[in-house]
């Protein structure tokens, strides 16, 4: 485990630093994420998905879970528990090496490409984006959403409905 | 129908939804029977994980500490392979069970925050790395004539503190205080070190560096007041304070 926090603390840490601007709340936070990643880690199918990412959704979610009760949001209702994460057989094709993550990257408009690196690699929030950019916001939104299903559908493409997971090579 | 729940299904898991739009993602989702579709939660974390993974900060002085406090891997047990990527193998139950315990126990309860103090913490980092030296920072003009204190920062570590004083306390809900990190090897713009307060009554305050980029060779720290929540990209218009190297 001490390994596990090792490797995928800072990934962590960074998810959650990203969207949670108090420090100690980020630290509580940091420590449910872990204790989830403990609780699932029954569920992680290395076929499926990436140790990195399979931490990295959980991580996300809780993040943005939190971010939604400070701002006062309606809770979405939870993911059933056991299709949390998805079956191979039943999501074709979700699978993913970094090769064919960055291949898959790269084949997106330059437009989304660019606010991928921005809200996934700098972390930042549309509203930040749209500001940085001089986009306005909803064209943010909408370009990141689209981006995320267009990105989905290359990846099933190339996969021919089945794609090859390679979890060592991502995480 | 299916198109627009699935857009708004990417905003559910990009985390962008309004309160409208969720009202409508729970309401199409009972009419098409559906739920969230988890391989765009997935897809989403396999791009997060691969894009900021290089960048992604330093965990707090401690903070991995106190998450596992004293487990020992069985050798047999934990698969790490040669290039160091850990498996969440079967033996992850147990040693988070143990780890979550010695974590129970050391926090002691729900309010207790076991974590070191910012000045504790900077002292350690001194400790550590014992060529580390403070950058002074100038105040600049009117009410930050007299900001002072210094700036320590490891570039090995990512991690680094300011000792601030003379600078006035601020009303987070009016205004906070932001440290921006000039580091011209890597970018132009410089890179956001963090939104802080300045409590009121407190001489000298030990503030934690919050950087959110990977700096590798800071040239300056420039401390800029800016709106509650800081900014992404400052204009600059109250400088409050500046350590040159």
Redesign the interface.
């Known amino acids: ?11 962590v ?3 959650v ?3 949670v ?1 108090d ?2 709340a980020a ?1 509580d936070l ?2 449910e994420i ?2 989830e ?2 609780k699932s ?2 569920r ?1 199918d ?1 076929a ?10 959980i ?3 809780r ?2 879970d939190w ?2 009760r400070q701002q006062r ?2 809770e ?2 939870s ?2 528990e056991k ?4 079956a191979e057989a039943s ?1 074709p094709g ?1 699978g ?1 090496d ?1 090769d064919t ?2 291949a898959a ?1 790269q084949r997106l408009p330059d437009e989304t490409r660019r606010l ?2 921005l ?6 929030t ?1 509203a ?1 984006i749209a ?2 950019t001089g986009q306005p916001l909803g064209s943010v ?2 370009r ?3 981006g ?2 267009e ?2 559908a290359l ?1 099933q493409r190339d996969s021919g409905g089945g794609m090859n997971l390679n979890p ?1 090579s ?2 | 129908m299916l198109s627009r729940f699935e857009e708004l299904d990417a905003g559910r898991v990009l985390g962008d939804l309004d309160a409208e739009e969720s009202a409508e993602w729970s309401e199409l989702a009972q009419q098409l029977g559906v739920s969230g579709d988890a391989s765009l939660d997935l897809l989403a974390a396999e791009f997060e994980a691969a894009l900021s993974r290089e960048t992604a900060p330093a965990m707090p002085l401690g903070l991995a500490e106190r998450l596992c406090p004293v487990v020992e891997m069985p050798a047999k047990a934990a698969v790490v392979p040669e290039d160091s990527k850990v498996v969440v193998g079967p033996w992850i139950g147990w040693a988070a069970a143990a780890c979550l315990l010695g974590l129970l126990v050391f926090r002691g309860g729900d309010t207790e925050k076991p974590t070191l103090s910012a000045d504790s913490r900077r002292d350690a980092l001194l400790r550590q790395e014992a060529g580390l030296k403070g950058i002074p920072f100038a105040g600049t003009t009117g009410d930050f004539a007299k900001a002072g204190g210094e700036v320590v920062w490891s570039d090995g570590k990512q991690e680094g503190y300011m000792t601030l004083s003379g600078i006035p306390a601020n009303d987070p809900g009016q205004y906070q205080y932001q440290l921006w990190i000039v580091d011209p090897d890597r970018d132009a713009l410089p890179v956001d070190g963090g939104v802080f307060d300045i409590p009121a009554g407190e001489g000298k305050v030990v503030i934690p560096i919050d950087s959110k980029l990977a700096v590798r060779k800071p040239a300056a720290f420039v401390i800029t007041r800016e709106k509650p929540g800081g900014v992404v990209k400052s204009a600059q218009e109250v400088v409050v304070a500046i350590a040159k190297l």
């Open positions: 485990m001490k390994q596990c926090i090792d490797v995928h603390g800072p990934l840490w960074g998810i630093r990203r969207r601007k420090h100690f630290e940091v420590q872990f204790t990643v403990w880690s029954g992680h290395p499926i998905a990436s140790e990195g990412g399979f931490i990295s959704m991580a996300r979610r993040a943005i971010l939604r949001l309606p979405m209702e993911l059933p299709s949390e994460i998805p999501v979700l993913m970094r993550l960055w990257l991928f690196v809200h996934f690699e700098k972390g930042m549309h930040e500001e940085l939104k909408t990141l959403r689209r995320l299903i990105a989905r990846l060592d991502l995480s």
